[in-house]
């Protein structure tokens, strides 16, 4: 257990309000990522963090952005949701310093927008 | 760039039958390897990973994967499967330096027949 919270588990929104999704982690890991998973394509990197107000795109990072102000959070926010936008979101942690690489998972937000 | 390659979306076993998950990668630097599982409706777990040293490693669950250099290949196999098993399995590959996310594959489920 990587100490990984996410928040909501699970949200249902109207397409166009935005939408802010948290991740939260206990042990002061210094990477975050957020992904989102869908049949057919795996998970796919939207955004990731390698400190506080270091953020870097991913491959799919059109229509969101991130924020992280605090080392322990790293937020997710859809602008405008949109229905394209539904998709179950994972949020991950790493210490890439110490050797390891391997990422560690939350348990994921499912988001859907109608 | 680096990139993973899971042959099959969906392997089928019978309870018992040997498993075999292929993965193939390409990368510009000495790979970092590994192989997570999700179960239904929770994150992706950690099954194993390769760094350096032995290219036989052994994970969690009975599974294990052999990293062949010459094959770009990561095949993830466990002698005996059972009804447990029943999962996605995603291959993964390190980033292009320590600051970059894991590269995943899109995922193979396995199927686990009595």
């Known amino acids: 257990d990587a100490g990984i919270t996410q928040s909501p588990r699970h949200k249902v929104t109207e397409t166009g309000t935005p939408v802010t999704l948290r991740c939260h982690q206990t042990?002061?890991?210094?990477?975050m990522y957020w992904y989102r998973q869908d049949p057919g394509h795996g998970l796919r990197l939207i955004h990731y963090s390698y400190g506080v107000k270091d953020t870097d795109k991913g491959e799919v990072s059109d229509g969101y952005s991130v924020s992280r102000s605090k080392t322990e959070d790293f937020l997710l926010t859809l602008e405008s949701a949109t229905s394209s936008q539904t998709s179950v979101y994972f949020c991950?942690?790493?210490?890439?310093?110490?050797?390891?690489?391997?990422?560690?998972f939350g348990p994921g937000t499912r988001l859907t927008v109608t | 760039a680096q990139s993973v390659t899971q042959l099959g979306s969906h392997v089928s076993v019978s309870e018992g039958a040997l498993v075999l998950l292929r993965c193939n990668y390409s990368?510009?630097?000495?790979?970092?390897l590994f192989w997570y599982v999700q179960y239904p409706n929770q994150g992706l777990q950690l099954l194993l990973k390769y760094t350096t040293g032995a290219t036989l490693v052994k994970g969690i669950n009975g599974f294990e994967a052999e990293f062949k250099k010459s094959e770009t290949s990561f095949h993830l196999t466990k002698p005996s499967a059972h009804m447990s098993d029943a999962a996605e399995y995603f291959c993964?590959?390190?980033?292009?330096?320590?600051?970059?996310?894991?590269?995943f594959g899109k995922g193979t489920r396995l199927s686990v027949i009595a």
């Open positions: 990368s510009s630097v000495p790979p970092y």
């Open positions: 991950a942690i790493s210490e890439p310093l110490s050797g390891g690489y391997e990422q560690y």
């Open positions: 042990e002061n890991h210094r990477y």
């Open positions: 993964a590959v390190r980033g292009n330096s320590g600051n970059t996310p894991l590269v």
